[in-house]
């Protein structure tokens, strides 16, 4: 264990070293990444015409100017690895340079998937082994963003080489994200390193001198409420490990997926932008529904996500079934979130707002960000909110509870 602990804030002092020599130019995710990732609606079947598809959309529906930017392959464009172990694309993605030429050309940014394993998670061909190779090929494609998942890497490489040791199979692991943290810092090229390991051994701890840009803090979403729920409650406690340049990330969005209702798809959206986590949407563009686009670009949302200081939201206070969440601003301005979170209309009613637990004066004057108009909030205010839905408000100017 002693071993470990030194061995651990060695790598973390080396990091830190390598970090600090990094032009400003090439640091990226000062916000959290906003764009759209393959796998939550397409999965398995994504194609290079998906890919271009969800780029096109993204411009014509507006939402490059709402501010997604990445356009993220994530598993099964993988083939196999030639005799000079260089890896193809399979038949599916016939010409990744010209991928991500056509992504590039629309103004927008892109992201692919491996695995620090020998297999990734579906079972495609992994980087290890091949880090450096594949980090070149990576930035001669034009790669700005890369999706780490270690699957593989934990039946065939810490299984292996520590069986039964969980603090060498950490160290091994957190090598083996160094290892491509350091291959991709090679290539010159700026590209977002995003950690994929589900949350495991503390990552929020130790990912950001490892080159973490972001990094998942649970398992996978799925579209239903009790999973997005017990996701967005997990984050509590984390928010002090969250900032420029590295975040963490709940999982994807799956706004307009699954069997969300429509005040559930505000709730997520809301969460996430309150939680300062990556807005990755992973639904099908081209045939998304207005209403479902009306909630991905809601700017005011999105530019709470998006603030400067990269304060996540902590979780302030619960009555019975609804809670209460907020978070600090840049310009000293604050996110108030009440969400009832209970399945029955009447589960916590009346539910009356305490602004003195928030630190805040009787009387505050604010925007609600889903009805656009202003709104005062007092104290002991009977709130009445229906099951599984949310109220947002932007208060620019607290006024703080007299002491
Ligand atoms: C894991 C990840 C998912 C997705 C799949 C792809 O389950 O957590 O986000 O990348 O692998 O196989």
Redesign the pocket.
Known sequence: MRFFVLSAAALAIGALTAQSQTPVTSRVAQTPPVGWNS?NYF??KVTDQNIRDSADQIVSTGMKDAGYIFVNI???WEGERDANGVLHTNSKFPDMKALADYVHSKGLKIGI?SSPGPK???GYEGSLGHEEQDAKMYAAWGIDYL?Y?L?GFIPDVMMKQAPNDHAAQMRIMIAAYDKMNKALKATGRPIVFSF?Q?GWDSVWEWAPSVGGNLW?TT??ITPDWDRMYAILSQQEGLEKYAGPGHWNDP??LEVGNGKLSLSENRVHFSMWAMLAAPLLAGNDLPHMKPEIKAILTNKDVIAIDQDRLGKQAARIYSDGEVEVWSRHLSGGALAVAVINVGSDRYSTHPFHLNLHKLGLGDSQTGKDLWTGKAVTLTQNQPLELPSHDILLVRIDAPKALAK
Do not use: E, L, N, S
């Open positions: 796998w999965a398995d994530d598993d099964t998937y990734t998670c579906g999706k998942d699957c994929c589900y998942r398992g996978d999982d994807m």
